[in-house]
């Protein structure tokens, strides 16, 4: 053999966006220069494809219906051009510039029988390593160079190298559910070969599993390990014992080393080990199918209201897309008050028992499309779009003609039983998913929702740029998010606005436009139209009693509580009272046409990270902001 052979690196990723810049970055700085990188995906969704596309030499993309462990390793192979392959795991970053020559190095040993089929490398934890995993890396590798023969099958492709000739004659096993690596080593061990082991080829390895992905894990693990023969029935009264031991162990290093994370996490991952472990022992039923849904089920962060005013911060497992579904990746989400009414409870969904518990709020979002379903033909992955808020059953008599938003069998995103945007991923029918142009950014596009809300008010009252032919006269009271927009749109459309706010600083926000704003209420009479905005019961109550005759008065605020009204006033003075709430595919179209000419500037200068949650629904609450966004996407 060559002993400066190439290497062809064969790196698995799933959703690695968030490693794989590290890992890229150490490579690039190995002391050992003829190599090569494959990357070998298998439906990432967050962002892995460009990450990996632009640093590694060949990108290699599989159905996740075809993936094992073991073809996406022999699918990297079969595309390499070196005499070595190396198999690294996309979540971990080589700790030296000597990490790639220590493995190499390896085969240039003189092995006493056929020589050296693999070597592999030592792993530690990483500071954000759950304690007993990191304690486990320890136990596992050790400080000294190991020659092994089939006495000892131990081995790991996480950080591995073989030979490509011995591989060309014996692939990897593609029917198991995990442990190819030790598969394929027993293999050759058995004829003669070595596995050597490498202290100083090492790597960090980084998890970032909750209980479930922790229990998966090991269950796939030991499904393997008993159909390869090194694990059996009989070690379930063994393994009890062994973690219950380790788990004292764990915690008693805990406090002697001064351990990071929480008690709580040693716990969550010895016993989920364990479980998952016994799951194996006990039935060994499994397919191919459950293992690649259960491997590829994607786990998403996402604020949930467990119950009312109950927000939590969690992890949630992404389900199968149908196939008219549309997965989108979240770019941004506004906060809104709506959101907190959610939270409180306060909507008459929630009183009446028709809106359920748990749910994710955020309802004004933009993202990108991550995944689509097999029927749909008119998105593909990358596209930048929004989603409506409203989903209605499009068979009924009120969507039929064309009043979705009063549909009995409606959901509302965000809302009314079915989960929002403030989430890494939002899953939609793709009919209510609309593309944005390239001149909308996804900050901006995140306002598209409120946006349609505005319009679609504006319509109901006969107020649009199209059917007046005089312009008119309108007052919008309150400067928030949605009087903001109904202020920017009319002055658009060429109406004399007055917006009134006590919120100076709100008022300053529509400085750019020539629109008159004051602090105060002075007199109805002048105004063919006023749009309330606040949501305030006695405001509304006094514009119905002393607008002048012939006022349309639009409310686009929600008001609660009950009041009388003098309905004389109404008939007698000829005044057209409208309320409305949310809008449809049709307002939606309309507003990303209108956006780019909005100048929505001051809807974009307050962002928050999605950590920041909290911080942002303070900022909203002091209305020391027009408009409160979070940014979901890293």
């Known amino acids: 053999m060559n002993f400066n052979p190439k290497v062809s690196i064969i790196i698995r990723t799933l959703n690695e966006a968030e490693f794989l810049p590290n890992l890229f970055h150490m490579i690039r700085k190995q002391s050992y220069k003829n190599h090569e990188t494959i990357v070998v995906d298998s439906g990432s969704l967050d962002g892995t494809h460009e990450i990996a596309k632009k640093h590694s030499d060949v990108f290699l993309s599989i159905d996740k219906n075809d993936f094992t462990f073991g073809f996406a390793i022999n699918y990297g192979i079969r595309h390499a051009t070196g005499d070595l392959a190396c198999i690294v795991s996309a979540h971990t970053k080589p700790t030296n510039e000597h990490w790639l020559s220590e493995l190499v190095n390896a085969f240039e040993s003189k092995s006493p029988q056929n020589g050296i089929a693999m070597s592999y490398g030592k792993q530690i934890g990483h500071e954000k ?52 690596d030790i598969e394929w080593s027993k293999y050759w061990m058995d004829k003669g070969f070595q596995v050597v082991y490498k202290p100083d080829a090492c790597i960090e ?36 014992p062994r973690q219950l031991t380790l788990l004292l162990k764990d915690i008693y290093y805990f406090f002697m080393l001064s351990g990071k994370g929480h008690l709580s996490n040693i716990v969550t991952y010895r016993f989920n080990r364990l479980i998952g472990t016994l799951k194996s022992l006990t039935n060994k039923k499994f397919n191919l199918k459950g293992f690649r849904e259960n491997y590829h089920s994607v786990a998403y962060e996402a604020l949930e209201f467990e119950q009312s005013n109950t927000p939590v911060k969690k992890s949630l497992f992404l389900e199968p897309i149908k196939p008219n579904e549309v997965l989108i990746k979240v770019s941004y989400v506004g906060v809104c ?21 748990p749910i994710v709020p955020g309802h004004e979002y933009s993202g990108i499309v991550a995944r689509v379903g097999s029927k749909v033909s008119n998105f593909k992955e990358g596209d930048r779009v929004v989603g409506r808020c409203i989903l209605s059953c499009n068979t009924c008599e009120m969507c039929l003609s064309g009043r979705e938003t009063a549909c009995s069998e409606r959901k509302e995103v965000g809302v009314l039983n079915y989960n929002g945007a403030y989430s890494e991923f939002v899953i939609l029918p793709s009919r209510f998913v609309h593309k944005i142009p390239k001149d ?16 679609k008010g504006m ?18 009271i309150g400067a928030g998010p ?3 927009l109904s202020g920017r749109v009319a002055h658009h459309w060429g109406h004399r606005v ?28 002048p105004y063919s139209y006023i749009i309330e905005c606040t949501g305030d019961i006695q405001s509304a109550e006094k514009l119905i009693i002393k607008s002048a005759p012939a006022t349309s008065i639009l409310l686009l605020g929600l008001p609660y509580g009950n009041r009388s009204l003098n309905l004389e006033n109404i008939v007698s003075l000829d005044k057209q009272i409208i309320g409305t709430v949310g809008s449809g595919g049709n307002h939606f179209e309309n507003a990303i046409k209108l956006a780019p000419r909005l100048n929505l500037e001051s809807f974009n200068k307050t962002v928050f990270d999605f950590d920041q949650w909290e911080s942002a629904w303070e900022m909203h609450r002091t209305k020391n902001a027009i408009k409160v966004k979070i940014k979901i996407a890293p």
Not at 340 to 353: A, I, M, P
Not at 461 to 473: A, P, V, W
Not at 498 to 525: A, C, F, G, M, Y
């Open 129 to 180: 390593s759950n304690f007993s995993e990191a304690m486990d890396f320890t136990r596992s590798f050790g400080d000294h160079e190991i020659y092994q023969s089939n006495s000892n099958y131990f081995c790991n492709n996480a950080n591995a190298m073989i030979r490509k000739d011995l591989w060309e004659s014996h692939p990897f096993n593609e029917q198991l559910t995990g442990l190819e």
């Open 205 to 240: 390895h980084i998890h970032h599993e909750n209980g479930k992905q922790i229990r998966n894990r090991f269950w796939r693990e030991s499904i393997a390990a008993r159909s390869i023969g090194v694990l059996s029935v009989i070690n379930i009264f063994s393994e009890i």
């Open 337 to 357: 008050e709506t959101d907190f009414e959610v939270l409180r409870g306060d909507l008459e969904y929630y009183k009446s028992g028709w809106a359920k518990y």
């Open 440 to 455: 909308l950014s996804l900050i901006a596009a995140s306002s598209i929702e409120p946006l349609a809300v505005v319009l």
């Open 459 to 476: 319509g109901r009252i006969g107020l649009d740029d199209q059917t007046l032919s005089d312009k008119e006269s309108i007052l919008v």
């Open 482 to 484: 949605i009087g903001h």
């Open 498 to 525: 007055t917006v009134v706010d006590k919120n100076q600083k709100r008022l300053d926000s529509l400085n750019d436009i020539p629109v008159h704003t004051q602090n105060e209420i002075n007199d109805l009479s």
